[in-house]
């Protein structure tokens, strides 16, 4: 696609539930970020995938939460068990060297 | 692992020049990028510096020192439009990874 596609863009959910969001990246992009930011704060990085290479999972706050690529292209963002401290914009990028488009990112509520 | 510092607020006026500082630390460093982001939406890419020097886009420049592990960003002939976040990040690290900074507000004044 024209660029990075997010979805859904807003989801509110109840503690405890799973949610999952996904993220279409830039067709041949090799490299693809998740990162997440709180309201008025800067990018916090989850997770890094590059081409085939194990994915840099170094950013991830805790077990509940997860993420996959299938195929080099598709990724989704597994959050178990949401708790209120997961509410936050969650924003995809892909790239193929420098200079990372975003998504419009993710917007998730935890009530 | 990697850090970045920059100024968390600047206020300028329409037509000035402002100069948005970035000191970083990180291992095995590849370049430093500059994003901006407006109120609500994403970040978009601005620049990128892999050498020492200075690299223009426009009324845009950001220069990098290696030795120094500093960079800035420079926006001439400021607009009302240029009022946003800008965020520099640092790729680094032993999978390359990109940082970003906590954020520079600029305001710009008429």
């Known amino acids: 696609g024209a660029g990075v596609s997010q979805s859904p863009s807003n989801k509110v959910t109840e503690k405890g539930k799973d949610v999952e969001l996904r993220c279409d990246p830039i067709s041949g992009h090799t490299a693809l970020y998740w990162y997440r930011q709180s309201l008025g704060q800067g990018l916090e990085f989850l997770i890094y995938f590059q081409g085939n290479s194990a994915p840099d999972k170094s950013g991830l706050p805790s077990d509940r939460f997860s993420a996959e690529r299938t195929g080099g292209s598709v990724s989704t963002l597994t959050i178990q068990r949401t708790q209120q401290e997961d509410s936050a914009v969650y924003l995809c990028?892909?790239?193929?060297?420098?200079?990372?488009?975003f998504g419009s990112g993710t917007r998730l509520t935890v009530v | 692992g990697q850090s970045l510092e920059q100024p968390s607020e600047v206020t300028a006026v329409e037509g000035a020049i402002v100069q948005i500082n970035c000191t970083y630390q990180t291992s095995g460093f590849y370049g430093l990028s500059w994003y901006q982001q407006h109120d609500g939406g994403a970040p978009t890419f601005l620049s990128y510096n892999a050498l020492d020097g200075l690299e223009e886009t426009g009324r845009f420049s950001s220069f990098l020192s290696r030795s120094d592990s500093y960079g800035y960003l420079l926006l001439q002939e400021l607009q009302m439009k240029d009022s946003a976040s800008y965020f520099c990040a640092v790729e680094g690290g032993a999978t390359n990874k990109l940082i970003f900074g906590t954020g520079t507000l600029l305001a710009v004044q008429p």
């Open positions: 990028a892909s790239s193929l060297r420098y200079g990372y488009t």
